[in-house]
């Protein structure tokens, strides 16, 4: 808007303000011969005559007001001709209508150029796009067969990382390319509905552009689908790899397990040997029965063993569990009877 108020100065057209609100566009300036205006976000021009401006146009309409002929249809307002492909020479036979010359015309033609342009813009995207899904197709299948064949868990986790790469790349790409098919789609509503409030007046664009717009659909659909298909592959894969990740850690569990039963066993033996030396060094065992000591020394000694491992719960929840208490009460028993037992066989 700014560009194309200064081009009119520079041009030597000053316009006055002018604030009028239509159905479809706000009028912004004017003076007796040009109206400055807007449709949503873009600007237009309406001129009695040619004007010439330092900025480019988008699009050029020109509408002439003459004598209607055999070859001239009725719409709302009076009757109409189009005289070229491009539809940017229109004659009328009609009275000078606000409504029509300000708001709907600028409308119609401006949501036809963005419709125009979208379509366009989104049939070289989709180009683009397949062939870059042609070689994504490509890249997935050989990860795929690599996938099939891995069974290591860092290999499985650099193609996950792949797919991954491709899938987000292309879901980025994919709704870009949704959402100017829906705003195209938008357009030729918009299009539709002002061209019906006039009469049909480009009914064969409408019908043109419903036409482009669904050829843009199948490759929405065609995209979707590879789209779907990598994500499809990319769930695959995390399955697989979840399920190697638990093997191992079964694996690594059973071993750990195994260790921690060798740990046990080790640590019975050692408690076992050392506590019948320190007992033999300080009390008359051999005055007992092999048997009592032997039974005493085991249950003192499995004792101890369960003790670590309730002291470890101890410091780590920093809370004394009954299994702790009720631990450590046998073990002092334990300790009174391989005392007081062994000097009351010495005494016998």
């Given at each position: 808007m700014d560009a194309v108020i200064e081009g009119l100065r520079s041009s030597g057209i000053n316009l006055k303000p002018k604030f009028e609100k239509y159905r479809y566009v706000e009028l912004i300036a004017a003076d007796n011969n040009l109206v400055l205006g807007r449709y949503e976000n873009v600007a237009f021009l309406f001129s009695k005559g040619d004007i010439e401006l330092t900025c480019d146009c988008l699009k050029k309409v020109i509408v002439e007001i003459t004598q209607a002929d055999e070859s001239f249809n009725e719409f709302k307002f009076g009757k109409f001709?189009?005289?070229?492909k491009?539809?940017?020479?229109i004659k009328l036979d009609v009275r000078f209508n606000k409504e029509l010359f300000y708001d709907l015309i600028p409308a119609l033609q401006i949501e036809m150029l963005r419709a125009d342009i979208l379509l366009n813009q989104c049939n070289l995207q989709a180009q683009a796009i397949s062939e870059e899904e042609s070689e994504i197709i490509k890249k997935v299948s050989v990860l795929s067969d690599s996938a099939k064949r891995s069974i290591e868990v860092s290999e499985l986790e650099h193609i996950l990382s792949e797919v991954s790469t491709f899938h987000v790349d292309f879901f980025r790409k994919f709704m870009h390319f949704k959402d100017v098919n829906e705003e195209i789609f938008s357009s030729i509503i918009k299009f539709e509905a002002i061209s019906r409030s006039m009469g049909d007046w480009f009914s064969?664009?409408?019908?043109?552009?419903?036409?482009?717009?669904?050829?843009?659909?199948?490759?929405?659909?065609?995209?979707e689908q590879t789209l779907n298909g990598v994500r499809d592959l990319f769930s695959l894969l995390s399955l697989r790899l979840d399920m190697l990740r638990n093997r191992e850690y079964l694996e690594l569990?059973?071993?750990?397990?195994?260790?921690?039963?060798a740990a046990v066993v080790i640590e019975f033996i050692a408690v076992f040997y050392y506590t019948l030396k320190s007992w033999e060094y300080f009390m008359p065992v051999d005055k007992m029965p092999t048997y009592l000591s032997f039974l005493l020394l085991?249950?003192?000694?499995?004792?101890?063993?369960?003790?670590?491992?309730?002291?470890?719960?101890?410091?780590?929840?920093?809370k004394a569990s009954l299994q702790f208490v009720l631990i450590t009460i046998l073990i002092a028993i334990l300790l009174f009877l391989m005392y007081y037992v062994p000097v009351i066989f010495s005494k016998v």
């Amino acid at each position: 808007m700014d560009a194309v108020i200064e081009g009119l100065r520079s041009s030597g057209i000053n316009l006055k303000p002018k604030f009028e609100k239509y159905r479809y566009v706000e009028l912004i300036a004017a003076d007796n011969n040009l109206v400055l205006g807007r449709y949503e976000n873009v600007a237009f021009l309406f001129s009695k005559g040619d004007i010439e401006l330092t900025c480019d146009c988008l699009k050029k309409v020109i509408v002439e007001i003459t004598q209607a002929d055999e070859s001239f249809n009725e719409f709302k307002f009076g009757k109409f001709k189009i005289k070229d492909k491009d539809l940017t020479r229109i004659k009328l036979d009609v009275r000078f209508n606000k409504e029509l010359f300000y708001d709907l015309i600028p409308a119609l033609q401006i949501e036809m150029l963005r419709a125009d342009i979208l379509l366009n813009q989104c049939n070289l995207q989709a180009q683009a796009i397949s062939e870059e899904e042609s070689e994504i197709i490509k890249k997935v299948s050989v990860l795929s067969d690599s996938a099939k064949r891995s069974i290591e868990v860092s290999e499985l986790e650099h193609i996950l990382s792949e797919v991954s790469t491709f899938h987000v790349d292309f879901f980025r790409k994919f709704m870009h390319f949704k959402d100017v098919n829906e705003e195209i789609f938008s357009s030729i509503i918009k299009f539709e509905a002002i061209s019906r409030s006039m009469g049909d007046w480009f009914s064969e664009k409408v019908t043109e552009l419903r036409n482009s717009h669904e050829s843009l659909k199948y490759y929405e659909s065609k995209f979707e689908q590879t789209l779907n298909g990598v994500r499809d592959l990319f769930s695959l894969l995390s399955l697989r790899l979840d399920m190697l990740r638990n093997r191992e850690y079964l694996e690594l569990e059973r071993r750990t397990s195994s260790l921690q039963a060798a740990a046990v066993v080790i640590e019975f033996i050692a408690v076992f040997y050392y506590t019948l030396k320190s007992w033999e060094y300080f009390m008359p065992v051999d005055k007992m029965p092999t048997y009592l000591s032997f039974l005493l020394l085991s249950i003192f000694t499995v004792s101890v063993v369960a003790y670590t491992e309730v002291l470890g719960e101890l410091i780590r929840e920093k809370k004394a569990s009954l299994q702790f208490v009720l631990i450590t009460i046998l073990i002092a028993i334990l300790l009174f009877l391989m005392y007081y037992v062994p000097v009351i066989f010495s005494k016998v």
